[in-house]
């Protein structure tokens, strides 16, 4: 089994930056997709960015491409998501997942590839 912890959210003014840490624990993630998802009041969960096993192939949605990053380190056991020049439409709760697969060459996009799931970490852009 794999555990998930998200940290970094926080409360920040349009324009910022923050950086999201997601520490897996209990086996390493190393052979999995991770991806990040968040989702707001009232909406649907949505696929935010994913990148592969290998860190070699990443995906973001349009509406973050160009502002999110989304990186790992497999000997940390660690993802992390740079978020910058947030807009008020960004704020949601933010969680981290890992597939349910093994080195998959591409970047999953749907939730129901990722068996695992963190406990999500409330971003808030204020206006």
């Known amino acids: 089994q794999v555990q998930l912890v998200e940290s970094g959210g926080g409360l920040v003014q349009v324009g910022g930056s923050l950086r999201l840490s997601c520490a897996a624990s209990?086996?390493?993630?190393?052979?999995?997709?991770m991806g990040w998802f968040r989702q707001a009041p009232g909406k649907e969960r949505e696929i935010v960015a994913a990148?592969?096993?290998?860190?070699?192939?990443?995906y973001y949605a349009n509406s973050v491409k160009g502002r999110f990053t989304i990186s790992r380190d497999n000997a940390k056991n660690t993802v992390v998501l740079q978020i910058n020049s947030l807009k008020p439409e960004d704020t949601a709760i933010y969680y981290c997942?890992?597939?349910?697969?093994?080195?998959?060459?591409?970047?999953?996009?749907?939730?129901?590839?990722?068996?695992?799931w963190g406990q999500g970490t409330q971003v808030t852009v204020s206006s």
């Open positions: 990148i592969t096993w290998s860190g070699g192939t990443t």
């Open positions: 997942a890992a597939s349910s697969y093994d080195r998959l060459s591409y970047p999953e996009i749907r939730s129901s590839d990722y068996g695992y």
């Open positions: 209990g086996r390493t993630i190393s052979r999995n997709g």
